[in-house]
């Protein structure tokens, strides 16, 4: 099996992005939803930021203020005896991220050449964003490009939907799964009258973070839950699993690229074949990983050894695999379907 990390990775990079204002510093890209529009490859990246903060004693973090219409700054003393998340910071009035994120566009002929946007996409507008807007998945239905990504506060993680059909202009329709809920990934097309979505719930004491399968008559209303796939003992897949990018159709099965992480979070890349007309059946999965974390890009990083994928440009026989590199950049793999087929046992 060829996995072809493409020889300039990574393709983009913190350094090739503007801050969205003075006053913050970009320190990741990554995690991009793609997809194919008006002949261009179009990805949409996730812009982590922070505040530019000279002094060392302190954190700085910032959140949306919906009140205010603008972005609120706190000042937290740094306790030096502590060893500190590099995503999150506890304090006594609650949790704050260490980073605010935002959507930015970029495109390319060629899917290897961006050229970024210079201002954000889409930025966090309500109090259900506050902490930022993650991890987009682009999914194309009859023109109309349904935009699915993470909302984070202090009331918890949401999965919220916007639409384009431009690029250009984008109208949020608000949160689709409640807290805490993430790595959403909505099928292409109806299946039989249904439109189809992956998701994972949170974890309770009981529960363990799997992938579960929705359905809904509108994109927006979702019912019918169901566990699709679980955890694996011993396993790359051992310690969590979500969708990674969307769902694409192949005269097999749906081809689902996800991501699993180990007990001690070190996270990989590998497939799910699941039936045509049944997307709730796994009809295989990997038993080896797809994509393993050994580039240096990978392995090393804001948050070493991840790989996170939420988008795929599927051409035929031709698959463009685009993922985060350890949280701070972006990278491409060129892959045939044969090659992924083989990750799963079936022969072309």
């Known amino acids: 099996m060829a996995i072809v990390r493409y020889i300039n990775n990574p393709i983009i990079t913190r350094h090739d992005v503007k801050p969205s204002r003075n006053d913050f510093e970009v320190i990741g890209v990554f995690n991009p939803g793609a997809v194919m529009f008006d002949g261009e490859y179009i990805l949409l990246l996730r812009v982590a930021e922070k505040p530019v903060n000279d002094d060392p004693s302190y954190h700085v973090v910032c959140y949306y203020d919906e009140a205010k219409n603008n972005i609120e700054f706190i000042r937290i003393k740094k306790d030096h005896n502590k060893v500190y998340d590099p995503r999150v910071i506890n304090h006594e009035n609650g949790n704050y991220l260490t980073s605010i994120s935002h959507f930015r566009i970029a495109r390319s002929k060629d899917g290897y050449n961006f050229t970024i946007d210079d201002k954000p996409t889409i930025k966090p507008s309500n109090i259900y964003e506050a902490y930022g807007i993650e991890d987009a998945r682009i999914t194309e239905i009859d023109g109309v490009y349904y935009i699915n990504y993470c909302s984070a506060s202090s009331l918890g993680i949401t999965t919220s939907l916007a639409l384009t059909k431009d690029f250009i202009n984008f109208k949020k329709e608000g949160i689709i799964f409640c807290p805490d809920n993430k790595d959403v990934a909505i099928f292409p097309e109806k299946i039989n009258g249904k439109y189809y979505a992956l998701h994972r719930p949170s974890c309770s004491n009981f529960g363990k973070p799997e992938m579960w399968i929705a359905e809904s008559p509108d994109l927006l209303c979702w019912g019918n839950h169901r566990k699709l796939a679980g955890l694996r003992d011993n396993s790359w897949d051992s310690g969590r699993i979500g969708a990674g990018a969307v769902p694409f159709r192949t005269l097999y099965g749906w081809v689902e690229i996800y991501h ?27 038993e080896t990983p797809l994509v393993t974390p050994e580039a240096p890009y990978e392995s090393e990083g804001f948050l070493g050894n991840v790989v996170f994928s939420c988008g795929v440009v599927a051409e035929g026989e031709n698959i463009k695999l685009y993922y985060g590199a350890a949280d701070e950049s972006v990278a491409c793999i060129d892959l045939k379907l044969s090659d992924i087929l083989e990750n799963i046992n079936i022969s072309v």
Do not use: F, H, Q
Not at 264 to 273: F, N, T
Not at 275 to 282: A, E, G, R, T
């Open 260 to 286: 699993g992480a180990t007990v001690d979070d070190r996270y990989y890349l590998g497939v799910m074949l699941l039936d045509l007309n049944k997307p709730w059946v796994v009809l295989a999965r990997s």
